[in-house]
């Protein structure tokens, strides 16, 4: 990732740490809490049990799925190109005795981390958008992985991409196909294609997907748009689009 890409996230880190109380509270009390319900459950059927499972988490950002992963029984490494984000998820987790491994690492090489390591790699909403080179990244993830491990991620589902989302009414402002990038620091808006074509060519079997909405009181839900009525596509038309994507496939 471009020194933009740190340089944003360490900026910004300390005042997107300040609000995560409330959440970390929720997050111990029912872990899977940090996962939408169809990702939690292509966790669940691949590990029924996560106890002794090694998980990796890169680009963790606000570190929800880690600390989820941790209390969940997994051994987890935690993994973000800013130094900042690291110190201060490393800080929650320090406070509460959480015995979480935390590497400044970036998702584009992983240099730090060894091949056939992990049980499962998992990405969360909002990690594809500073990727330069998906199919690079995918191919780390892969290598990151023992035989038979899993990556299972969800995200932005690409069809919002297009879409000015600061706009209550659904406007468009960018052909589908163009895949940026766009502004200072480069963010990229990939189509599904790509992220499927990346995953495939970089040796992942893909196993499942799920296509799906936010439900009410999810932890990860930029669907502020309405209030009462943003679950309703008669009365806010966003919620007759899909908005995220999930993937699990194994190696």
Known sequence: MSDAVIDSWDNR??????????DIKRIKEEPSWAFPRP???MIREKFPDLHGKRVLVPSSGGNEAVYAFH???????SADISERQIFNAKNIADS???DIKFLCADSMNLDC???????????????????????????????????????????????????????QEIVIIKPYENVGPFGNPPTY???IQDIFNSVIKAGFILEHM???HPEIGDCDSWWDRYEEEKFDWNQNPWAALPQWIGISAAK
């Open 13 to 22: 880190s300390d005042e997107y740490f300040i609000n995560v109380e409330a």
């Open 39 to 41: 990702v939690y459950a």
């Open 71 to 77: 209390l969940l029984g997994a051994k987890v490494t």
């Open 96 to 98: 509460n005795g959480w």
């Open 113 to 167: 981390i060894n091949d056939g390591e992990y049980d499962l790699v998992y990405t969360s909403n909002g990690v594809h958008v500073w990727i330069h080179d998906l199919l690079k990244m995918y191919g780390h993830f892969h290598r990151a992985l023992r035989s038979g491990g899993s990556y299972i991620m969800f995200e932005t589902h690409p069809f919002d991409r297009p879409f000015d989302t600061n706009n």
């Open 189 to 191: 808006a990939w189509r």
């Open 210 to 212: 799920e296509e799906f």
